[in-house]
């Protein structure tokens, strides 16, 4: 089972980023997927998740109306859009596959102000 992040960056405030993480090693349409970020000095916090189908979304309140979860099921990628970014969002982020336990390494995200 293995998870690649790319996409994160430096962007200004208010900007938008797009991450990627590309699954390999699993049946992917059969895992649903979540995206994590661990700000510095700050524990790690759960940001989005979404069902195996992609017909069900959950997010955290602070990024609620700004982010977006999505996926590909024919290109074995979840996607994590990023829009209005803040400084505090600053972080790196994270794909997990909780039906397997496996953590990708992680892309930095970082919002200047």
């Known amino acids: 089972v293995q998870l690649v992040e790319s996409g994160g960056g430096l962007v200004q405030a208010g900007g938008s980023l797009r991450l990627s993480c590309a699954a390999s090693?699993?049946?992917?349409?059969?895992?649903?997927m979540n995206w994590y970020r661990q700000g510095p000095g700050k524990e790690r916090e759960l940001v989005a998740s979404?069902?195996?189908?992609?017909?069900?979304?959950n997010y955290a309140d602070s990024v609620k109306g700004r982010f977006t979860i999505s996926r590909d099921n024919t290109k074995n990628t979840v996607y994590l859009q990023m829009n209005s970014l803040k400084p505090e969002d600053t972080a790196v982020y994270y794909c997990?596959?909780?039906?397997?336990?496996?953590w990708g390494q992680g892309t930095q995200v970082t919002v200047s102000s």
């Open positions: 997990y596959n909780p039906k397997y336990m496996t």
């Open positions: 090693g699993f049946t992917f349409s059969r895992s649903g």
């Open positions: 979404i069902t195996s189908a992609g017909d069900s979304t």
